[in-house]
């Protein structure tokens, strides 16, 4: 009771009573084995020194003997101190597989009782998620076919951690997801999407996406097993974890292949995720936004599909509305790959306003370097390519040199021969505001600003330069 309380346990661990407890895994009582059990799990769980004083007080050997032969309500408490310990670091999660617990935890995962099954699952999966060695190790334990059964078992609670170990598993590599490929997880995985239990949704919907990202192959795969059109549904959602997760496997689907895109665009994939991002807030849309920007980079016709779906005020949305920086960055990002193609692109995303806002946040002194990086490539992608020279000539104000050098020079790639054009910019001032960019001679921007002055009469420029000087 006294560990169950976090204020106590300062007080318990300068009484020493880890090595009180220990002698109690041994009483021949059964609930004083589990309640030491239990305390010790509770202990261990509060933080890393404690969990790293059961591994030195030499309790795991212990565990792990009586694991096999006790009860079901000692091997729960067992396996919970086993969790509690391998939860800190990959260095304790190390010392459970040296005393060899991981058999006896993957034996357990055989047992009746669902209730054993679950804390061996929770266990295994907190071992398995530190990194890839300590996965294979739960993998060649033979974990990875007994997970793949309990997920078939008809507990919600023994599902949900089932699944969440398979994607622990799956994370780390291309390998280790194609173990639980092999042991035919896919398809009871793709058979959940539907479930209404929300904690099993996001889980599923994790574990999917961990064995998609890695390759073209593992994503077919997951695509082959008729997940769309019903992981769209997650979209619309009440719970934010699953509505953030699916979008996050049709991401890691998405962003493999021109043709694992375009197959998304068919089954309705990309205005589902502009209706999420247009939905939600936060890091909830952060999956949703390099969705569509990893669509939109794969190709003109791709990209043009999330213009036409209606994408590009979304992402400007996001730029406004956001407080993160990671945020705005990826919508800058999928801006940028969205306008990168042609002038027809470029100008859906100038009409926007984008343009101005990227600029605004760029130099924003406050945003990150990567936030500035981010939309120094956005407005260069969309700049080179933008002839719509109305959304081009407010930011002539505005821009620093390094930015203001792309703008000049579509000017003067389009002047020379759009009269129309030229006449208007005299008389919106732009002609003008060329005069006054201090360029360096013989640079890039000076060559361009020569060009535009070329498409004028000598004296109308002479006129404008004087008035520059004499301000």
């Known amino acids: 009771e006294l560990a169950a309380r976090p204020q106590n346990i300062e007080t318990l661990q300068n009484a020493g009573v880890i090595s009180l407890l220990r002698p109690l895994l041994l009483d021949v009582i059964p609930t004083i084995q589990q309640t030491a059990a239990l305390a010790l799990g509770r202990l261990a769980n509060y933080n890393g020194d404690l969990a790293e004083a059961v591994v030195k007080g030499d309790i795991l050997p212990q565990l792990v003997c009586s694991l096999s032969e006790q009860n079901r309500f000692y091997k729960k408490a067992a396996a919970f101190v086993l969790r509690a310990v391998g939860k800190h670091s990959p260095q304790l999660a190390q010392a459970i597989v040296q005393c060899g617990a991981l058999e006896m935890l993957v034996i357990c995962l055989e047992d009746f009782d669902p209730g054993v099954k679950e804390a061996a699952s929770w266990a295994l999966g907190y071992i398995a998620r530190h ?27 023994l599902k949900r951690i089932a699944a969440s170990t398979l994607s622990d598993i799956s994370k780390h590599s291309p390998e280790l997801a194609q173990t639980v490929v092999d042991a035919g997880a896919i398809a009871h995985l793709a058979q959940m999407i539907l479930n209404p239990d929300a904690k099993l949704k996001r889980q599923v919907l994790s574990a999917l996406s961990q064995i998609a990202k890695h390759s073209v192959d593992l994503a077919e795969l997951v695509v082959e097993a008729e997940i769309f059109p019903v992981v769209l549904t997650c979209l619309k959602d009440s719970d934010e974890y699953v509505k953030k ?17 375009q197959f998304i665009v068919n089954a309705g994939g990309v205005a589902a995720v502009i209706d999420c991002i247009g939905s939600c ?176 009469p000598e004296e109308v420029v002479r006129v404008l330069q004087l008035i520059v000087a004499t301000n």
Request: charged share 20%.
């Open 131 to 157: 990194n890839s060695e300590l996965s294979q190790a739960v993998v060649d334990a033979g974990a990875v076919p007994l997970l793949v059964l309990c997920i078939q078992e008809p507990e919600i609670a």
């Open 245 to 261: 997760n699916g979008a996050t496997l049709i991401r890691e689907i998405a962003k493999h292949t021109p043709e694992l895109s």
């Open 281 to 456: 807030r936060g890091t909830v849309r952060l999956p949703g936004i390099m969705m569509l920007g990893y669509v939109a980079a794969h190709s003109e016709n791709l990209s043009m599909a999330v213009i036409v779906s209606k994408g590009v005020s979304p992402l400007c949305a996001c730029l406004i509305e956001e407080h993160e920086d990671h945020i705005k960055a990826a919508a800058a990002w999928a801006l940028g790959q969205v306008g990168r193609h042609t002038p027809a692109h470029a100008r859906a995303v100038a009409v926007a306003n984008v343009l101005p806002t990227l600029l605004a946040i760029y130099m924003d002194t406050r945003s990150s370097e990567d936030l500035q990086m981010k939309t120094k490539k956005a407005l260069k992608n969309i700049l080179q390519k933008c002839t719509y020279l109305p959304a081009l000539e407010p930011l002539l104000h505005d821009a620093p040199p390094n930015i203001l050098k792309h703008i000049v020079g579509q000017f003067s790639k389009m002047l020379p021969h759009d009269s129309k054009a030229r006449r208007l910019f005299v008389t919106t001032g732009g002609l003008k505001k060329v005069q006054e960019i201090k360029a360096e001679p013989g640079s890039l921007l000076q060559e361009y600003i020569n060009t535009i002055n070329n498409c004028y």
